[in-house]
């Protein structure tokens, strides 16, 4: 499906291209070289420059070959709202990880598209930093969309992120599909997709296999759409962590649709601080999705605190209400299988549960809820704790 998706849009790019005059930059054209080694950013900014700046249609090409940048920053706004960078080779970071936190990102750009390709963030250095303990930068986010505006990343393959493959933040209109994103299973904090301050955010026909979050939705993330994904590795499916700070924005409006989890940590998640927040999370649907062996299933925690750091004993204050899960069915690989942990001081509301069907070791799996309340139909296995 994705490479059918992925095809029917170079299709669409292709045939206006034909009845549209185009202007055409490819990076080689600004001293590119496909070795590996030699910095491509400079060749890769002029070419974005020149795009940048034709007022009308353009493309970007990136042909066939390794090409080594070191950081591009893609900045706008531009003279152009129709950008197509059309990707055929690699695009590989530096081996060693440095201070940036941003390996490429796009600027306050409109109507820019990414189609095909490979980028390589190469963070296997930075993961072995993390993981021995040691003092180290914050890491860099692969691909970062910032403050940008109906952009469509198809038929992208992200490996080996230091930190997140994909930022999504401060935007609109933005459509992520075909994707493969890939990183081991042990890779620290090296969520697929992260989602914050954004609205209007599509996520389809993707295989996400991380060491960390699939997708991550944080504050302010509204209008979001996740179908057909396939996740594991990874961390599942989650909003939050929401309430780490004061006053933050609410996440409402979020569909999870058709998503197969196999071998999670998580199925599909919302976790929120024990702290004090006027935050919300809000009408939620999460639909037809399948469990192979996950860890937990469905699960709320509203007393995420790490190390019990600046918030033992403390409630959260994030509310949690109208969220509904529809035909989840599967294997747990824990006894508990439907988790609703929420907070004492803003309990859980209108949850409901329609036919669920969860099993651990081929029995029915078990149920647990404190301060939560909703509604069941049709057949809940677990029996609700209601």
């Not at 393959?157 to 935007?171: A, K, T």
């Not at 609205?199 to 699939?214: F, L, P």
Request: net charge neutral.
């Amino acid at each position: 499906m994705a490479a059918i998706i992925v095809l029917l849009t170079l299709f669409f790019f292709l045939s206006i291209s034909s009845t549209t005059t185009l202007a055409s930059f490819n990076i080689m054209d600004y001293g590119a070289k496909a070795d590996g080694q030699t910095d491509a950013a400079k060749p890769l900014l002029s070419a974005w420059a020149a795009a940048c700046g034709s007022g009308k249609p353009a493309s970007i090409s990136i042909p066939a070959g390794s090409f080594f940048v070191s950081k591009a920053l893609l900045e706008g706004p531009c003279k152009s709202n129709n950008i197509r960078i059309i990707i055929r080779g690699t695009l590989i970071a530096p081996s060693s990880y440095s201070a940036t936190t941003q390996w490429l990102t796009f600027n306050h750009v409109q109507g820019v598209s990414v189609l095909g390709g490979t980028i390589d963030g190469r963070g296997q250095s930075y993961w072995a930093c993390k993981t021995a303990g040691r003092s180290c930068p914050p890491g860099a986010t692969s691909l970062v969309i910032h403050e940008s505006k109906d952009v469509l990343i198809s038929g992208l393959r992200s490996l080996n992120s230091e930190l997140f493959h994909m930022s999504i933040y401060g935007s609109s209109g933005i459509t992520v599909q075909g994707v493969k994103i890939t990183a081991p299973e042990n890779s620290p904090n090296t969520d697929g997709i992260h989602i914050q301050k954004s609205s209007d955010v599509t996520v389809t026909t993707s295989m996400i296999k991380t060491g960390d979050d699939c997708v991550s939705m944080g504050e302010g993330s509204t209008n979001v759409w996740i179908e057909q994904v396939s996740c594991g590795p990874g961390h599942g499916i989650s909003i939050g962590s929401l309430g780490g700070t004061p006053d933050e924005e609410g996440v409402q409006n979020i569909t999870v649709k058709s998503v197969v989890f196999t071998k999670t940590q998580n199925g599909v998640r919302i976790k929120t601080w024990g702290k004090p927040n006027s935050g919300f999370v809000k009408d939620v649907t999460f639909e037809h999705v399948t469990m192979q062996n996950v860890h937990n299933p469905i699960i709320v925690n509203q007393n995420y605190c790490p190390g019990n750091v600046n918030c033992p004993n403390q409630s959260s204050g994030i509310k949690i209400s109208q969220v509904s899960y529809t035909d989840v069915q599967g294997s747990s690989a824990t006894p508990v299988a439907v988790k609703f942990d929420c907070s004492p001081n803003n309990p859980c509301s209108d949850l409901g549960l329609q036919d669920i069907k969860l099993t651990y070791l081929n029995k029915p799996a078990e149920s647990y809820c404190k301060n939560a309340q909703g509604s069941t139909s049709g057949f809940i296995i677990p029996p609700s704790c209601f």
